[in-house]
Every structure is written in structure tokens, then in C-alpha cells.
């Protein structure tokens, strides 16, 4: 069964507290992506990666971090330093640059207690 | 400033009624223009892709259109059915890879 898989589909942070964000895909995709989802706003890219071992910020990198250690994993940490977690967070994955269409994984929804 | 505008932001209509969505963008250097479908607590799934030569690109009942000139596009579904009570979102590539998302249209299909 091919595809991106998110976990967990729920995940509660609390004040303070570093959390991370599981994305792993099976498609041999060199790209991977970190998208944030608010309400009523478009996707915002957080971070990417376009082969392993580099990655770069996006639009909002502020208070995320990542690492690319491996061609089918991008984890996602939320830290401490965002004050505003409480989203849902896509992953995505695109074989290569051009007009290649990203695939998206099913999305983690981040909630602060 | 690369934009894209979607219009209207929620929509509801009846079963088997047909409707349209629109898509506004100011991107530059334009590569292609995607419509996603995306469930409630799910992830996009891509329905169509259009490049700067093409007009019009189907998939099934969903039918994407493409207005270089004018920077517009739309998404037109026929005979809507329960199951097409979703988000649709207008993605808009620049050329490089960078993409541009509109913030949606949120559909809701009633019986």
C-alpha cells in the first residue's frame, strides 16, 4: 500500500513542550514538504527538502525544526518558541521539481492544552 | 506579489445540481494551475492539472477551465453528488516549483 502516512492523526502539546511530527512515504519521492493549515487561509509552507540531508525554510519556519536523515522520512518538531501551534499540519511529497504533482499524506491536527 | 483568490469562499446547493468555482491568480513566472479536493480532516487529492497551453482538463464529473490571458480559472462539477462536499482548492505553480495556494472553497452538497 503506497503513500505518505502521518502520525499521530491527533496530538496535544502543552505549554512549553517540544512535540514531533511524523511524515514517512513509500513512493521514492527525493521532496518533502511541511504545510500548515489555518482556517479560511491557504497552505503555508513551513519547511522543505529536496534530497537528503538538506532541507529549507518556508514561509513560517519560525519555531519549527526538521530533519531529512533518510529519503522516506521528513519529521516535523514544533517547539517550544511557537506560540501558535494549534493547527493542522500536511506533509507532501513530489518526485521532482516541474510539473510533477504533490501527493499529501492525511495530516496531523496539533492542539494545545 | 503572487496571489491566488478564490471565490466564494462556502457554497451549498442541492443534490444533482450542477456549479462552478472560481480561481483568480496573479503568478508569475506561471508553470500550471491544480485543483485539489480535500475532505474534511483529511489531505488534498489532486483532480486535475492544467499547463499555460491548455483550456479545459476533465476528470469525471469535474471540469477544469484555464484563462491565461485573463489569470482565471474554473471548476465546474456536474450533477453534484453527496460525496462532493469537500474543500476545492486552487494551487497555481511558479515556474521554479514554488506553489501558491488560494485559501479554498468550501462545498457543501445537501439532499
Known amino acids: 500500500d503506497g503513500g505518505i502516512t502521518q502520525s499521530p492523526k491527533y496530538l496535544f502539546r502543552k505549554e512549553g513542550q517540544n512535540v514531533t511530527l511524523s511524515c514517512e512515504q513509500n513512493l521514492n519521492h527525493d521532496a518533502m514538504y511541511w504545510y500548515r493549515q489555518d482556517p479560511g487561509q491557504g497552505l503555508r509552507l513551513i519547511y522543505y527538502?529536496?534530497?537528503?540531508?538538506?532541507?529549507q525554510k518556508g514561509d513560517i519556519a519560525e519555531g519549527y525544526s526538521v530533519s531529512r536523515e533518510k529519503k522516506e522520512s521528513f519529521p516535523l518538531t514544533v517547539t517550544s518558541a511557537q506560540k501558535n501551534p494549534t493547527a493542522f499540519y500536511l506533509c507532501?511529497?513530489?518526485?521532482?521539481?516541474?510539473?510533477?504533482?504533490?501527493?499529501f499524506g492525511p495530516g496531523t491536527r496539533l492542539l494545545v492544552l | 506579489k503572487n496571489q491566488v483568490e478564490q471565490s466564494p469562499q462556502s457554497l451549498i446547493i442541492l443534490e444533482g445540481k450542477n456549479c462552478t468555482l472560481q480561481c483568480n491568480y496573479t503568478v508569475s513566472p506561471f508553470s500550471n494551475l491544480r485543483w485539489y479536493k480535500q475532505d474534511t480532516g483529511r489531505g488534498p487529492v489532486s483532480l486535475t492539472i492544467m499547463t499555460f497551453s491548455e483550456n479545459t482538463k476533465s476528470n469525471g464529473r469535474y471540469t477544469a477551465t484555464l484563462d491565461a490571458d485573463t489569470k482565471q480559472s474554473s471548476l465546474h462539477i456536474t450533477a453534484s453528488q453527496l460525496s462532493d462536499s469537500a474543500s476545492y482548492i486552487c494551487v497555481v505553480s511558479v515556474w521554479g516549483g514554488k506553489l501558491i495556494f488560494g485559501q479554498g472553497t468550501e462545498l457543501s452538497v445537501k439532499p
Open positions: 507532501a511529497s513530489r518526485s521532482r521539481q516541474g510539473a510533477e504533482t504533490q501527493y
Open positions: 527538502s529536496q534530497i537528503v540531508n538538506d532541507f
